[in-house]
């Protein structure tokens, strides 16, 4: 009963400090808030949002680096589960049940900080930040797409139990992609939330190294840098396999 009582405190009181921090406008938070919102949210584990055990198990996948490698398509295909908590005009609250392989792509969060958990298992995150000023450089012809210069910010694994991830609208690593290295999940927190008619929609990008468009355009880089810089072309949504899932953690409310 105990236990019950600290995970259904730990999901409201996540709602109420954002519904006290955030607001519809999108004005980001401050940094004090942002330490307590991930102080609190460092907390959380799988059973404070109604995760069980079985929900680790998976046998889909050979992992990140597998002996068996999925192709970039079969691993798009593998099925991910995303779980509502509470959404409203300001913010957001989710979870994403990735089996292993799965991948969500790359992809951008305009004007928007986003807090990121992971419960479980582990997950490689790569991300980018645009460079700053605006580099592009011009379509080839036909079959080559225009891109832009992104720096890459974030290249590595996470497996719980692990600190909480925060990225912003222009640093911390807006542009993401998740690859599942085992069964996993992530709590999200997201403010203000995707919405296209606030010109807030999710565009998806493929990244080219560097050395493949830099030739001849003057945006060459000492060879030290080269490893950290991207081209990022946009590409159409591809063809997610994401299934609704139930929420069975502590009621939220409002």
């Known amino acids: 009963m105990v236990e019950q009582q ?3 405190s730990k999901v409201q009181a996540l709602y109420e400090l954002c519904k006290k921090t955030f607001t ?3 004005v980001p938070p401050s940094s004090r808030a942002i330490q307590k919102l991930c102080s609190l ?3 959380v584990g799988p059973a404070d949002v109604g995760l069980r055990e ?18 970039r398509v079969a691993r798009w295909a593998q099925s991910i589960t995303y779980v509502d908590i509470f959404e409203c005009d300001s913010f957001t609250m989710c979870i994403f049940c990735f089996p292993t392989s799965s991948v ?4 951008d969060h305009p004007s928007m900080t986003v807090f990121s958990k992971v419960l479980y298992g582990s997950l490689h995150v790569k991300a980018y930040d645009w460079v700053e000023p605006s580099r592009y450089q011009k379509s080839k012809g036909p079959g080559y797409p225009a891109v832009r210069l992104a720096k890459l910010t974030v290249d590595k694994v996470l497996t719980a139990p692990c600190g909480t991830s925060v990225l912003f609208p222009k640093s911390g690593g807006n542009l993401h992609c998740f ?5 996993c999940a992530v709590l999200d927190i997201l403010t203000p939330p995707y ?3 606030a010109g807030r929609k999710c565009t998806y990008y493929h990244d080219y190294p560097y050395s493949t468009s830099s030739i001849g355009n003057g945006a060459e880089l000492s060879a030290e840098k080269i490893d950290d810089q991207a081209w990022l072309a946009e590409v159409e949504t591809p063809d997610l396999y994401m299934r609704q899932g139930a929420y069975t953690g ?3 409310k409002v």
Not at 104 to 107: E, F, Q
């Open 195 to 197: 919405r296209e008619d």
């Open 54 to 71: 079985e929900n680790r198990d998976d046998d889909r996948g050979h992992g990140f680096l597998g002996p068996n490698r999925l192709t």
């Open 6 to 8: 600290n995970s259904s």
């Open 250 to 252: 502590p009621t939220v």
């Open 41 to 43: 949210l460092d907390t």
């Open 24 to 26: 519809s406008s999108g």
């Open 179 to 183: 690859t599942a290295v085992t069964s």
């Open 104 to 107: 969500i792509p790359l992809h």
